[in-house]
């Protein structure tokens, strides 16, 4: 997942290069743009939902194992929450210092969150769930589609490399104000939440722990995801390559599309 991460960002160390007005490069080979096809519908917006499921059931983990050694479910929610502060400092540090499109500390609010959930019994997991999906289906996915279609508009214009007189100084500061803000928004919206949860059901379930189990499930969720995956990213895609030339409120429904099928 991490590996997917990082081929989702690198285009963002590319500089000089012409911009369609949906922010993808405008003088794209043959090649650049099957593999940019490929990469939208196969790993944009999907490693990091899949990584957030991961992050949750890496939590339901180490709960339960603390709570087979005898540590109470109190103590664990306390020890989750001590972690999921360490995370926020390691992201504003990894913001601060080197990059500003930093997520740890938005993953360390959401430990915040969903650790005083843990004890609880399944189905009220399963609502949390549920509802804290509605929230970011209706509400924050919408709005970060939004905001990204808008913005993407007026990138076509800016092609050139950094600034040079940008001083290290002035990135310290813009990484601090940016890991402030995505940590507030990923927490007021519950940005994370729904996947995490998602994660810590799956752990309940045994589906990792005890994969052998479970196949049939599985299977039907691998097919299930994989083509609901494909198919919500391929209006983003068929954009992205210069197949289809969308207006800005086609492309923010096809982003909001991709996002929520991831």
Excluded: K
């Excluded at 969150?113 to 919408?142: E, H």
């Amino acid at each position: 997942m991490l590996l997917f991460i990082a081929l989702a960002n690198v285009v963002h160390y590319t500089w000089a290069r012409p911009l369609t007005t949906s922010g993808f490069h405008a003088d794209s080979s043959t090649l650049d743009s099957v593999l940019l096809l490929l990469e939208q519908l196969l790993v944009h917006d999907r490693s990091r939902p899949m990584f957030a499921v991961l992050y949750g059931f890496g939590i339901a983990m180490i709960a339960s194992r603390l709570l087979e050694r005898g540590v109470s479910a109190r103590d664990a929610r306390h020890l989750i929450r001590r972690r999921s502060w360490w995370l926020i400092a390691l992201g504003a540090a990894h913001s601060v210092l080197l990059f500003a499109g930093d997520i740890l500390a938005p993953y360390g609010v959401t430990g915040l969150i969903v650790a005083a959930w843990y004890g609880r019994s399944t189905a009220w997991l399963r609502r949390a769930a549920a509802l804290s999906g509605v929230v970011v289906t209706l509400v924050a996915i919408p709005i970060y589609a939004l905001l990204l279609a808008q913005g993407t508009g007026t990138l076509a214009d800016d092609t050139a490399a950094p600034a040079t007189g940008f001083s290290y100084l002035e990135s310290m500061l813009t990484g601090l104000v940016g890991t402030l803000l995505t940590s507030t928004i990923a927490g007021a919206f519950l940005f994370f939440v729904p996947l995490t949860s998602v994660g810590m059901l799956i752990h309940r379930a045994g589906w990792l722990t005890a994969p052998g189990d479970h196949l049939p499930a599985l299977r039907r969720t691998a097919i299930a995801g994989v083509l609901t995956g494909v198919v919500s990213a391929l209006p983003i895609a068929l954009i992205a390559v210069g197949v289809w030339a969308a207006s800005p409120a086609v492309h923010g429904a096809a982003l909001w599309l991709t996002v929520t099928g991831g």
